[in-house]
């Protein structure tokens, strides 16, 4: 075949399949083709520059940084929202709120166990959970919770708003995140409702987890209004991030401290091996948290505002470069 005649074929295949609209079954009947020589032929378009396809859309930038940052972390899969400087924190949380909630009901299926962590954008997850179609799941907190926060950001409130929607099974912690001794935990964790529990988070295959930093003022334990000694030491600590009141350094490397001997709650090594860990998280505050809890593999599915996302590869960036330097 003459490369005038290959090139025809390509246009010819290229054009009545992107432009005609027609199937490669019903090129392969009108020009007496294999249909695996259609398929062929397509790609080679594609290949040499015959076909050039381009999506078009207003968010293109956040597909973009979707791309980049799966990438650059090796993540299953990002989910970047639209986002205003000027909008405030509970807008913010609102949009994430969503987001997460249409991708929850998009992975959610029969035989889930779906774990929850607490907070305002979880929260958040829950109230914007509409029209879900029920599946036979099991929906458990990770961690103990908070009795000075807000109720409806409290981990059973959403636990119980998330199990309601789907039409499923919620199971409760009776328990505090983080206890005042180690005694107090001792005693919990030979409580029949813990072992239940712990027994719930060795089979949990997906998970929804907020982000806490130590400079986000509005985190509850890293302020002055839960222990005095608590916040001392996690500030006196080289801590930059927090799950399930669980602290992390700068390295993604968990931190091994009095206040973890008396939390209540997962271990964040577990959520290094699940099906779905994801973390829903955004601001300028917590950009270093969320990319030390990339680096430390905690979660592979990254809710976030595109404000967020730039941040983090730009800081990504400055770190090694500083790295390349030294």
């Not at 940052?69 to 993540?75: D, I």
């Not at 509970?90 to 299926?109: N, P, T």
């Not at 997962?266 to 099906?275: F, G, K, P, T, V």
């Not at 505050?285 to 680096?295: F, G, Q, T």
């Amino acid at each position: 075949m003459s490369k005038w005649e290959e090139t025809r074929i390509l246009v010819k295949v290229s054009q009545m399949y992107y432009i005609d609209g027609l199937t490669q079954n019903q090129i392969s009947n009108k020009l007496g083709i294999y249909r695996t020589t259609i398929s062929r032929l397509l790609k080679k378009a594609k290949e040499e520059g015959i076909v050039n396809i381009t999506i078009k859309s207003e968010f293109n930038g956040c597909f973009q940084l979707e791309e980049a940052m799966e990438k650059r972390f090796g993540l299953k899969e990002t989910c970047i929202v639209p986002s205003e400087t000027m909008q405030t924190h509970d807008i913010k949380s609102q949009i994430l709120g969503f987001a997460a909630a249409e991708y929850l009901k998009r992975i959610a299926k029969d035989g889930d166990i779906i774990g929850f962590s607490w907070g305002t954008t979880l929260a958040s997850l829950s109230r914007a959970l509409t029209d879900c179609k029920a599946i036979s799941a099991n929906i458990v907190p990770l961690v103990g919770g908070f009795s000075d926060i807000d109720s409806e950001n409290h981990v059973s409130a959403i636990v119980s708003k998330v199990a309601l929607a789907f039409k499923v099974k919620a199971h409760y912690l009776y328990a505090p995140a983080i206890t005042s001794d180690k005694a107090i935990k001792a005693a919990v964790i030979q409580d029949d409702n813990y072992k239940n529990i712990s027994q719930l988070w060795k089979k949990v295959n997906k998970a929804f987890v907020g982000i806490g930093s130590r400079h986000k003022s509005s985190n509850l334990v890293w302020s002055n209004e839960y222990k005095s000694k608590d916040t001392t030491d996690i500030k006196n600590s080289k801590a930059v991030g927090e799950i399930c009141s669980r602290f992390y350094d700068v390295k993604g490397d968990i931190i091994d401290s009095d206040i973890n001997d008396r939390t209540i709650g997962i271990e964040l090594d577990m959520l290094r091996n699940l099906e779905y860990s994801i973390g829903v998280a955004e601001s300028q505050e917590k950009v270093p948290s969320i990319l030390s809890a990339l680096k430390g593999k905690f979660i592979n599915v990254l809710i976030t505002t595109e404000e967020t996302a730039r941040l983090i590869l730009e800081l990504d960036d400055q770190i090694k470069r500083v790295e390349y330097e030294k």
